[in-house]
């Protein structure tokens, strides 16, 4: 207790080590090995998790905890480090060919990986880490050995799981590797916290992985809510992007593979008009985003979809748009449409109702949360495009509807900005902090 009472002078011991166990950490190591948050969102493997990272380091640097976040080089050339926002430091990691590794190779270069974080630290004072906060199994394996070695506590974020992926297979889709679902259950073991976005995947981690509920922490995601508002309302929003004004727009907006399963809106669009033919006129149905995981191997699959469903001429496909453009696709759709098979929170969700847009989405992971049901949106128990269709006859049929739930929508995800998720992960931090401090005093006494 000695080192206590010389850096603090005359506190009590006892009172000293309260001070250093509550503290709040100063810098964190947060690692994404597989995806960058330099990357736009909505295509290859950049998604939602891409934006949770950037929007959540840049409101932990506004509460002075410092974030460098470490991700793999997957093109020549770059800087090593780049400033992303006062605070905020992104390393680039050299680890296996820039080009042409898809995400189920990268297990072979987590050493790697690893050597390049090692490299970064070993060039800092020691004590230069207070925490590591790792995303998604991959990384959780490299935070595993980084937390050890630096003596710091590691904190991690599954983002999505192999098994309830497993469990809710779109028709067609590969299953998640057993070298998946062992690493990460060893990553749930090593953690000394875990932060799930919804009590519903707190569940699925103790369920399924046999977490300590003690260690898991419930941090719903936020939206930004500058970014994402009604703004100029619906009108102005389809003249910019050059969409008729009258029109019954479903927007999907995301990346396109089975899990999201844009073919369920194509196939529901195509059972409406099969109804109701007098809407072909009047109706656009966009998809934003890009091929990204299983959806790789058929890129053109989903065109070739609505070409067999007779659909193609309402259907547009539009490439990833950064994040202001997006937020006028949402202001511009009647209605966001995920028919998600899993969805660990589902963050376009809130950015669309944010921006005044409901949301028709399938029951399934953090939906239910993002969405009220019959309020700010619909949800939709399995994947019936009937069922689907069914609701976008609604919104055919009562013009007003998206004016009145986008209304309740926007009110809804006030609740949601990204500086509670802030404070929230801060306070996780902390208390993971004040976990790993007590279990090392206790081991160095005995």
């Not at 009590?12 to 250093?20: D, W």
């Not at 927007?251 to 669009?269: E, M, N, S, T, W």
């Not at 700010?376 to 006859?393: C, K, N, Q, S």
């Amino acid at each position: 207790m000695s080192h206590y009472v010389t850096r603090l002078g005359r506190r009590s011991p006892t009172a000293a080590s309260r001070l250093r166990l509550h503290r709040k950490p100063r810098r964190v190591a947060m690692l994404s090995v597989h995806t960058s948050p330099l990357h736009q969102p909505g295509t290859g493997d950049a998604g939602g998790m891409n934006v949770y990272i950037v929007e959540l380091a840049q409101r932990l640097a506004a509460i002075n905890i410092e974030v460098e976040i470490f991700t793999r080089a997957t093109t020549g050339g770059l800087p090593p480090t780049v400033e992303l926002a006062p605070g905020v430091l992104v390393r680039h990691v050299d680890a296996g060919p820039y080009e042409g590794l898809a995400k189920e190779d990268l297990p072979a270069q987590l050493c790697a990986f690893t050597h390049g974080v090692m490299q970064a630290w070993a060039g800092h004072r020691p004590g230069y880490y207070d925490l590591v906060h790792s995303h998604y199994w991959l990384s959780g394996h490299v935070g595993w050995l980084a937390a050890e070695r630096w003596g710091v506590p590691l904190v991690h974020a599954m983002h999505t799981m192999a098994k309830v992926k497993n469990a809710a297979l779109a028709v067609g889709d590969t299953p998640e590797p057993a070298a998946r679902v062992i690493g990460e259950t060893q990553v749930v073991r090593a953690a000394d916290r875990l932060i799930a976005n919804t009590a519903e995947e707190a569940d699925e981690l103790v369920r399924h992985y046999e977490a300590d509920r003690a260690k898991v922490a419930v941090v719903h995601p936020g939206v930004n809510l500058d970014r994402f508002r009604p703004a100029d309302g619906r009108a102005a929003a389809r003249a910019r992007l050059g969409l008729p004004q009258d029109a019954l727009i479903p927007l999907f907006a995301g990346r396109i593979q089975p899990l999201k399963a844009p073919d369920v809106l194509l196939r529901a669009v195509a059972v409406l008009l099969d109804e109701r033919p007098e809407l072909r006129s009047r109706m656009v149905v966009p998809v934003v985003g890009g091929p990204s995981g299983s959806g790789l191997a058929k890129p053109e699959g989903l065109q070739k979809l609505a070409a067999r469903l007779g659909i193609a001429d309402v259907v547009c496909f539009r490439p990833p748009v950064g994040q202001e453009q997006l937020a006028d696709w949402f202001r511009a759709a009647s209605v966001l449409v995920m028919p998600s098979y899993s969805e660990s929170f589902g963050l376009v969700a809130i950015e669309a109702q944010a921006a005044g847009t409901p949301v028709l989405a399938a029951s399934v992971g953090g939906l239910p949360v993002a969405v009220r049901d019959g309020h700010t949106g619909f949800l939709i128990e399995g994947h019936d495009p009937v069922a689907y269709a069914r609701v976008l006859r609604d919104f055919a049929d009562d013009p007003g509807l998206p004016a009145r739930m986008g209304a309740a929508a926007a009110h809804h995800a006030e609740s949601f900005g990204w500086d509670t998720a802030a404070q929230a992960t801060a306070d996780v931090y902390t208390a993971a902090t004040h976990d790993h401090r007590h279990h090392g005093l206790r081991a160095h006494h005995g």
